[in-house]
């Protein structure tokens, strides 16, 4: 399982560990911040921290969260990063002396790809807005405040 250990200096780093030893991790009382991590290219956005806050773990160097606890973020911003399909597009002219009828058919299959891809979006906002619907832990923002870290509004 993936996880990110997001520092307050505003640097994340990530570790793949195998689900079975993290149960072993746990019950040691091993700190996460004494585990080996790599740099990540992943850059910090409020959104990441606010959802730390809700589903991330306590370390000495900071707050580790799972990557499948962001997936509501990562979902939406593919979505919108993802360029709505022109109306029309480069060399439909000639497609279409050369094959009647196949402009409309083109447009046709971009303006349902548009919206798919609109469907999506709104899916994934929905996904966002309830995971951050839940209450931040008040043991991590305070952890977070404790290590000197930016805290958001709204959390």
């Not at 793949?16 to 992943?42: C, Y």
């Not at 979902?75 to 002396?97: F, W």
């Not at 999506?120 to 290590?147: C, G, I, N, Q, Y």
Request: hydrophobic share 40%; net charge negative.
């Amino acid at each position: 399982m993936m996880y990110y250990l997001i520092r307050p200096d505003r640097s994340l780093k990530w570790l793949d560990f195998p689900r079975s030893a993290w149960t072993t991790v746990f019950e040691a009382g091993t700190d996460l911040s004494d585990i080996e991590w790599d740099a990540a290219e992943r850059k910090l956005d409020t959104t990441t921290l606010r959802l730390a806050f809700r589903e991330g773990i306590a370390c000495r160097e900071g707050i580790a969260v799972a990557v499948e606890d962001l997936l509501p973020h990562d979902e939406r911003e593919k979505m919108r990063n993802l360029n709505p399909i022109r109306e029309s597009m480069p060399g439909e002219d000639l497609v279409e002396a050369l094959i009647p009828g196949s402009r409309e058919q083109g447009r046709a299959l971009n303006r349902g790809v548009n919206e798919s891809r609109e469907t999506f979006l709104a899916k994934a906002e929905t996904e966002l807005e309830r995971a951050l619907a839940v209450s931040p832990k008040d043991s991590l923002v305070d952890h977070w405040r404790s290590l000197g870290g930016f805290v958001p509004t709204p959390m």
